[in-house]
């Protein structure tokens, strides 16, 4: 992490002309009485260039928020502190203000801190995201992107096109004077079209965010492939008809579609939801929670995952967390206030959106394991029901378990065979009841490309997957009577 | 806030101009915002967390010729303020050009600059200890009703923000408010079954608050009514919005209006200027005048505000649209340029009670989920919790959860009628309770 530690001393102490030495001693004085605690230093620099309306809507001018957040822990507690201005004079008049806490949360002893070796893994590159590619060919990329979907299809009459890249810069500095040093890259490609065909408009949408570089992303995924997979959702939904109404078996794609698992199952397994009894999920562990053939994971380590972090914003390592195997519920994903209070091990899953945020208990990238089945089989195992694949997002409430979402791309399966595509469905459900009518589950594990995760008005990238699988007891809320 | 703050943000803004001026601009602009901000959160009695922050962002926007470009950052240091600077004189040079995004007309800017005259700065000092207090005694009073069990939390807060605007013709517009805002949430639970009740309130002033009490009641009760749902019926049915979730209602509507959605034709209300869009009942008023009201202003851009009636006896009557949308539509000289402010469906003459005296069956909802919304179509469909209605009175023994609840916009506007108790300051977006005929339940 050499190379990390180099971008970090340039930003927070060269070009601030704070002293990193003095720093952490400020930091270890001011949390001397703490149970633990820690500061969080933050500088992102945001490209963002779009593309709407068949002109230049944006031209990557470099936006720039930096910060830092200093919290004080005493007992069950917290006390938060955060600026704008990045010097040690500011950091220690509000460092000074969160020794309050005490008066209110006494002390139940110091936290225990994992050694964490500063000698991490590398899950994602060091390289610069904002410079690998010229703002000028940036412009250029997209105007190819409009100009490619307005000739693919004479029904385009609208495209927004979008490259944002950012670098997120972090050094943590623990209330054991450790500090920990990050630089967190995220590349995003979004494309959407409007398609027009007599008087019916249908929008579809396509995008992939990656901890990469923009030159690596397109090694993967050519603009023009996302480019035709949004035209591909557009189009099929002009033909879409009224979805049915009823209990029908639903099928989710591999994928993106696993946002579902992310809503209905991950929210509910998050140790602060756990811990204080807002969440179906409490006081379940060791218990049959899904069908057999599920099991779900969250792993904050994988390779160039939005979701990935070297450390979480707590410094904790990340990690691989099998949450339910087999369905039987195994733990939860812990930040480390609320893994003191459980008496388990920290996971890596204290995440916050910015330094204006404590850290709160959030995923990573969670997606269930592959099973057995062949999708066809699957699919072919389903006399009357629905195929989604595509969604917008959805809603949960963690403490009834109860969920909603709507795809943005399904169809109708009829007699074993994928048939008409289908609009405006609703699926509601229980997160606890659908997984166990989890029917099957396919071999085809696939991760999805974007996602973002809202939560205590926290917003952070995470990843989610699954493969294939068949599912009973989700309610399909259409306009036609099945 | 103190003179000498502002001053300090008047010299930094001038800095920004003159180094956007030293790189070519045109015209420029510059918006400073700050504001202080403390939060309690208490838990089962405990303080569970203090927060206490005085963040800072700096808008840029510059022009060159007939190009225009803008740029955020939340740094003083002039390193950072240079690199920004340069950054953005390049980046406006890729620009293409947009005459309709040149500065307002001089003879139409503000000549009112501050909210003064809004009563949105309240002096009352409201001190950790009480805002503790507050949590606390929410959380009290959600736990003292009968079977609410567990505590999510209560939270306290207080505001005071500042932004202030100078461009390079030298208009000045500054604007301060201040916020207090608590609430919290229970859980009750049965053998089979739990639920969450929440309640909460924000106001310019501390004192216009809901009480604790009132609002640790409100929050328990809804837990308690909520558990062990049952189904809706499916069918057509009246459905009946609680004054807390109606807003929703207002804002598609607000959206589906906008600038941005009439011009690229995504709104379904496209083509809806002085026809009936609502029942001939329904008034629409936006007022930014409202004193001690969270949308209030004086200005927009640089542009005066003033009331005005958005949808008169059904009838639609303006756009919410900014400068730049208003001329690529050739509406320039029209004087409702700008974004929604305080916006109300305006009271009806009929009470909550009288208004759904005539309901056989139907749905009282009191929560919404999920993002089933297609503003280009107005297709709605969201999933409902609340409760059924039975012979004219809502039910309160017959919870119902997660029930879809489907129409098009459209529809459900021509077919709205408004009850008579509004509160207007409770949000910017404030309605009475709202009746929808003939939604589609699932």
Redesign the interface.
């Known amino acids: 992490m050499s190379d990390a530690r180099s971008i970090t001393d340039k930003f927070f102490f060269a070009?601030?002309g704070m002293d990193s030495e003095r720093v952490a001693k400020l930091v270890t004085a001011a949390l001397r009485q703490a149970d633990g605690g820690e500061l969080f230093l933050q500088r992102v620099m945001e490209k963002s260039s779009a593309f709407s309306?068949g002109?230049?809507v944006?031209?990557?001018?470099?936006?720039?928020?930096?910060?830092f957040g200093f919290r004080f822990i005493s007992?069950?507690?917290?006390?938060?502190?955060?600026?704008?201005?990045?010097s040690e004079a500011s950091i220690k008049k509000?460092a000074s203000?969160?020794k309050?806490?005490r008066n209110?949360?006494p002390s139940t002893g110091r936290v225990a801190v994992p050694s964490t070796s500063i000698v991490l893994p590398s899950y994602y590159t060091v390289e610069n995201p904002l410079d690998d590619i010229s703002?000028?060919d940036r412009?250029k990329m997209l105007e190819e992107i409009d100009a490619y979907a307005r000739a693919a299809d004479s029904r385009v009459i609208?495209v927004s096109a979008s490259m944002t890249s950012s670098w997120d810069v972090v050094t943590i500095i623990r209330h054991d004077g450790q500090r920990f040093d990050d630089v967190r890259p995220m590349s995003q490609i979004a494309v959407s079209v409007?398609v027009k065909e007599d008087d019916r408009?249908e929008?579809g949408s396509a995008s992939v965010g990656k901890r990469m570089i923009l030159t690596d992303i397109f090694a993967d995924h050519s603009w023009k492939s996302l480019v035709d997979d949004a035209l591909h959702q557009a189009t099929t939904n002009l033909r879409a008809m009224p979805a049915p109404?009823g209990d029908l078996p639903v099928v989710l794609g591999n994928g993106w579609a696993a946002v579902m698992l992310h809503e209905s199952v991950g929210h509910g397994l998050e140790g602060d939801a756990a811990r204080?009894?807002?969440s179906?999920y409490a006081g379940m562990v060791g218990q049959k929670v899904a069908s057999d053939i599920v099991t779900i994971i969250d792993q904050g380590n994988i390779g160039d995952e939005r979701g990935s972090l070297h450390f979480d914003d707590e410094g904790m390592p990340t990690q691989k967390t099998t949450l339910i195997e087999n369905g039987t519920l195994q733990g939860y994903m812990q930040d480390s206030v609320s893994a003191r209070i459980m008496g388990v091990a920290p996971t890596g899953n204290g995440r916050r959106e910015r330094y204006?945020y404590?850290p709160i208990t959030r995923m990573t990238t969670t997606y269930m394991a592959p099973g057995q089945s062949d999708p066809e089989d699957i699919i072919a195992s389903v006399k009357d029901g629905i195929y989604a694949v595509q969604f917008?997002?959805?809603?949960?409430?963690t403490?009834?378990g109860?969920?909603?979402?709507?795809p943005t791309l399904a169809f109708r399966i009829r007699d074993g065979k994928i048939a008409e595509p289908i609009?405006?469905a609703?699926l509601?459900?229980?997160g606890p009841e659908s997984m166990r009518q989890v029917e099957m589950v396919g071999n085809d594990l696939q991760l999805g490309t974007t996602g973002m995760c809202g939560k205590a008005g926290q917003s952070v990238p995470v990843g989610v997957g699954q493969p294939t699988v068949k599912m009973r007891g989700i309610?399909v809320?259409?306009?036609q009577?099945s | 806030m103190a003179r000498k703050e502002i001053q300090n943000i008047h010299d930094t803004l001038q800095q920004a101009l003159d180094l956007m001026k030293q790189n070519g601009a045109d015209y420029a602009a510059a918006t400073f915002s700050t504001h202080q901000e403390t939060e309690v959160k208490v838990r089962n009695g405990v303080v569970e967390s203090l927060e206490t922050s005085k963040p800072i962002s700096l808008d840029l926007y510059m022009r060159v010729g007939d190009k225009s470009e803008s740029i955020e950052l939340n740094s003083r240091s002039v390193n950072d303020l240079n690199d920004s600077v340069a950054q953005l004189a390049a980046a406006v040079r890729r620009m293409p050009d947009n005459v309709f995004d040149r500065p307002v007309d001089p003879s139409q800017v503000s000549h009112v600059k501050t909210n003064r005259t809004l009563d949105l700065i309240d002096r009352t000092r409201v001190s950790l200890a009480s805002m503790i207090q507050d949590a606390r005694a929410m959380e009290a009073a959600a736990l003292a009703v009968p079977g609410v069990s567990i505590s999510k939390g209560g939270a306290a807060g207080w505001y005071k923000a500042l932004t202030v605007s100078l461009d390079s013709r030298g208009d000045e517009f500054i604007r301060e408010r201040t916020g207090s805002s608590r609430g919290v949430s229970v859980i009750a639970r049965s053998a089979d079954d739990q639920r969450t009740g929440g309640e909460g309130s924000s106001a310019v002033y501390y004192d216009d608050l809901m009480s604790p009490d009132e609002i640790g009641r409100v929050a328990g009760i809804e837990a308690v009514q909520a558990l062990n749902p049952g189904k809706a019926l499916a069918g057509h049915f009246p459905v009946v919005f609680h004054p807390d979730i109606g807003p929703s209602l207002l804002g598609h509507f607000a959206s589906a209006i906008s600038g941005g959605a009439v011009r690229k034709k995504t709104s379904f209300l496209t083509e809806a200027m002085n026809r009936a869009v609502f029942a001939p009942e329904i008034n629409i008023i936006d007022n930014p005048h409202l004193l001690r009201g969270l949308g209030s202003t004086r200005f927009s851009g640089s542009r005066a505000t003033q009331p005005m009636t958005v949808v008169e006896k059904g009838v639609l009557k303006t756009w919410f649209m900014g400068l730049e949308d208003a001329r690529r539509l050739g509406l320039e000289n029209a004087r409702q340029i700008r974004g929604p402010s305080n916006l109300t469906i305006e009271p009806g003459v009929l009470s909550q009670a009288e208004l759904i005296a005539d309901i056989k069956e139907g749905l009282f909802v009191t929560g919404l989920m999920g993002q089933g919304i297609d503003l280009t179509r107005g297709q709605y469909s969201r999933a409902a919790t609340g409760f059924w209605i039975q012979d004219g009175r809502i039910d309160y023994s017959r919870p119902v959860s997660n029930a879809s609840i489907s129409s098009n916009l459209r529809d459900m506007f021509l077919n709205m009628q408004a009850a008579n108790d509004i509160k207007r300051l409770r949000s910017s977006k404030a309605v009475p309770t709202l009746r929808v005929e003939g939604m589609s339940i699932a």
């Open positions: 070009d601030t309306d002109r230049l944006s031209s990557t001018p470099t936006s720039l928020d930096q910060g007992g069950e507690s917290a006390s938060y502190a955060h600026s704008s201005d990045l509000l203000t969160t309050a806490i209110y949360s703002d000028v412009i609208q409007i408009k929008q109404s204080k009894g807002a179906v204006n404590q917008a997002g959805g809603q949960v409430d403490v009834s109860d969920y909603v979402f709507a609009k405006n609703v509601t459900g229980n309610k809320g259409g306009s009577p």
